[in-house]
């Protein structure tokens, strides 16, 4: 537990689907952050946004709210043509930033801002490659760090999603969905992609007309290795995002309706948690979550006095079949009106 | 996303493992809430923990803390015999109270709880049952409020710790740990528990001399329903908390290093995620606090703007190997220092 | 292997679904044995079931069958109230037996058949307690025997049915559907049963008019274990038999859908096969019986020569393209008439 | 049930590792075959593999085996290289043949057995393509014909091995190991393979030096579909063979130490049995060939009168504790010596 700043003011650039649940993530999930302004081309849409959160204000112009004095950070969540633009911005009053994947649309526009940033001379950008978040994704990420897989050799990856939107092109299964591989595959092994396959299967009866989908593409990287990815972004069923990493000395596997899965000496599985704290620490967080919540409702909503009452009447008449051998019936007064 | 008042202040009662570890959670993890107060009668521990949480006071008294003015609502994590003194001075604050199981150690106290609250007339206390709002456990009961399953008819628990504690005691495996499937009980099935029997297999060897363990435990309920709850607190392998709803058309299980799976018209099996923020959920909510915390220290750790320079050059050629239908190599500058 | 006698002569007494499918099972499956006699009260049944067999006699009296120079050995497989007299005759005939279960209908017949056998001095009969044979079971026995979870503390057992037939009665729950568990408990565990308790929850909606079922048993034994058995014979969703074993230091569970589990020293899982030979006996089992059936009817079904020429030229194409590193496509001549 | 025509006599050709144990299957677990001659270039070890089977005749010369009267049809199990010569020989004789994998060790020579199969005007050729014959293969090939989860578009296969045999080279990963893959491509799709293309990650440093493993092949079908092969025989950690095809509107896999398991309609899972005879189909075969084996031993190995007899009290004691609610303790009469 360490010291902390006061709470962080956030900028959030574009109020569409992602950018809208990033604001109630600020708000409601997020500790030690909050929404103080809003931008957005629309202006009604970035009133209605602000006029949901204490104390925000809302913009149309993203440097006057880098500008304000309750700004300490900005959320890029606009589409990827304007990254761009605002990240330079942002870099101008030396602002933090987290930015949507992708950086930008194209590699040229990418090397600029890398070169901006340079100039700067320190790093202000965080990129939006949220996987590298994901529980299991960062299980597996620990695991091979541990060295007892050996090197990693291969990865197969499956990123299929039920359908695509409308407006989804053959291009964009690269760029909008095997863009999250190429980050994994560059995070969890510590290698630069070095070369680019791509397979292309008859396409699915269910994609739209004039789609490729699903394509294979296989990844080559600096230290020999391999990566491929099924992309298939109308398979029916789900979204379901898989990835094996294959070692010298055994495999690991995650998203499988499972935890983190091995292969190794012998033996599949997974481990078991050693203590409650790990098992429940989201059943805490939580808990303790819904109950400040509720409170500044004015509510009260969880397990009430009436459930403690019975649980300690249930484990008195325990404690007598336990030493007695046999069956107690349990005692309860009348339940309250309070509590029915 | 509804308007949220200001910030909540807690008193936390207790500073021992749980109340440190609350008062942890309250300053880094929950959204909305910030600790004003611990109490403890170890002043200096109190001192201790207060110094690490910005505007936090110590006492040693707990109606103290209660009359403080930044004090809006009280977690109590004191042990189980002072709970219900605390419980009472919260009552006369008439102030909103999260209380760690037990409510009390025995009915007779518990009932003196009840009748107090009953008596200022409306609900303050939320008892720390925080398998209510573990994931897997609220899968199980929002399954079973879908009625697909049918009627529950049995539920079976099995309930493993690697170790028990030195202090522990026979009677405690039932009001310490069998407590939790008493509640999981009565809160899957919406029944009050009418009997209790417990069943004494032989020791294992690995348990301390004297303690009964494991022991079966069977619940009968008001609705008919039977609950066996395996309790082995020295079973050396891990930390296990698993339960499985018997119904009349199906049965569904958790805590199986699995998500939720049922068996159920022919099928075994679980469901899978239809959309990436369902899947993706927890990584978004963590990268965003990782990156609120990683600003207010004033550090930048996520991916980097070269990141998402190589994912967009990897996606170029991608885009050009999917045209082109052949291997294409991924050209990058080199990497400036600020990156390495 | 070791040197075999020569074919062991059966004859089958009972030619109901049982004995029908072990005629079945000894003509079509079992090396090294026929059927040679089958006996049943109805004449017609038994004409017709003989005359699907070369060589097989037809008889109403199991005596007449037991006489039959060319009858080596017994198969009862006739309604549980006619095995007594079935086995004496065995007995005087000093004829090996394998009886399918229940040896007899109650403990006082059962008695009877044990003190003849005793009086004959030497053990005739093997009881048709199938699990024994069933590959997971046998895995859990050997695990067990290990003794590297250490010693059996509890079973939980599941035996599930998706419906009961019509004649079935409460009472048959324990002596038809639960006296599997009875004897895999005593199998398994190698300890005598030596006490039953019988739970009674509420009978499901889906089981026939006073049906009490499901019901919950529990078995204690003389090494001190417990054993539990949930018997539902109207699950609705299909046949179910699951048993896990809590041992001092780990758990096996089997019935899930999958090999044999383990819990055990922090991870969940099963074994790696370590040979083609384990992972593919099977395969091989039925690979070599399909030709041979095949093969007697005068057929060829398998895999053929072209299949064999295909693969051939498709691992020709893959070494030029292992050496080459490149695409090479594959060259197969026209498929002649024969293999279409 | 069919009508079955006498023993079927079969000649082994090779009594290497692959010989000697169809040698053994063929004596001890295929109903209605023997083995009545057997072929070596090692006359001794044709004479000691002869001897262990009653009636059977070693020979050195494949011909001479194959003009003996009670021959009537062959197992070739001898090197590839001399597949083509014995194959040659079974079609003068025109005898049914199963030929182990390959066929022949080039394309060349398959083509010259084809032709000749094909002027032989019938075939008479089963290749030993076990995979067909493994259940979960076999039950995937039923679940793609019932059409439900559409048109194949993508296989991804798994081929690992723990250790390569010494005189393995990075040529025998495809000739060797990948080949059945080739054959489960063709027959799982219905197509041929029309193009191969060979990936190759850095080699394992648990690879012997020079041996390139692992490889990624992917093949390309006249169909369209994509099927990728990861083979790895130096993985460490255990035999695995696994394949997931990818359909139209879901996917199933197998090789996964479950049964097979399907994504489909937004679930995961697999099915359940329906019945005991599919779930407990294998113990009954296990039971009856175990129980003939030991009966033609002159042994009785199984459950006994007294299993018989305890199952018999305990179900009694049971029947008394579901009549009567509560625990009912079982008597046994002493266990005679015979059953000690």
Same mark, same amino acid.
């Given at each position: ?10 900028? $959030? ?62 959320? #890029? ?59 299991? /994704? ?16 291969? $990865? ?17 299964? #690269? ?14 092994? !510590? ?12 396409? @699915? ?25 099924? #992309? ?8 379901? $995002? ?7 000395? !055994? ?36 808990? #303790? ?14 397990? @009430? ?11 008195? =008449?325990?404690?007598? =079949? ?16 309070? /509590?029915?």
């Amino acid at each position: 537990m360490t010291e902390r700043a006061t709470t962080l003011g956030v900028a $959030v650039i574009g109020t569409g689907r992602m950018g809208a649940d990033h604001v109630r993530r600020l708000h409601e999930v997020t500790s030690g952050a909050r929404v103080t302004a809003v931008v957005d081309v629309d202006a009604e849409r970035a009133k209605a946004v602000a006029a949901r959160v204490d104390g925000c204000t809302a913009y149309t112009d993203p440097a006057a709210a880098m500008a304000a004095a309750d700004v300490d950070a900005v959320l #890029i969540a606009s589409p990827g043509p304007a990254h761009e633009a605002t990240l330079l911005a942002a870099f101008e009053h030396d602002l933090p930033v987290l930015c949507e994947k992708p950086l930008t649309p194209d590699a040229a526009s990418a090397l600029r801002v890398l070169e901006a940033e340079t100039r700067l001379g320190h790093r202000r950008v965080q990129v939006g490659f949220m996987r590298r978040y994901d529980p299991e /994704y960062a299980k597996l990420k620990a695991l091979l760090a541990t060295g007892q897989l050996g090197r990693p050799l291969m $990865v197969h990856n499956r990123h299929r999603n039920a359908a695509s939107p409308p407006f989804f092109t053959s291009t964009m299964l #690269i760029t909008d969905s095997v863009a999250h591989e190429a980050d994994a595959t560059r995070w969890l092994l !510590g290698h630069e992609i070095t070369a680019v396959t791509v397979l292309r299967p008859t396409s @699915s009866d269910n994609a739209p007309d004039g789609l490729r989908d699903p394509q294979f593409v296989v990844f080559e990287t600096d230290g020999g290795a391999l990566s491929d990815v099924e #992309i298939f972004v109308n398979c029916g069923f789900g979204y379901q $995002v898989q990835a094996e990493v294959v070692c010298e000395r !055994g495999t690991a596997r995650i998203g499988d309706g499972h935890a983190l899965v091995t292969n190794m000496a012998g033996r599949w599985g997974g481990t078991i948690a050693q203590d409650f704290t790990e098992r429940f620490e989201t059943a805490y967080d939580h808990e #303790i979550q819904a109950w400040a919540d509720a409170t500044r409702r004015g509510e009260v909503t969880g397990p @009430s006095v009436w459930d403690g009452y019975a649980a300690a009447a249930v484990c008195e =008449a325990g404690v007598r =079949a336990l030493e007695d051998g046999g069956r107690v019936e349990v005692e309860l007064v009348e339940r309250p009106e309070l /509590y029915v």
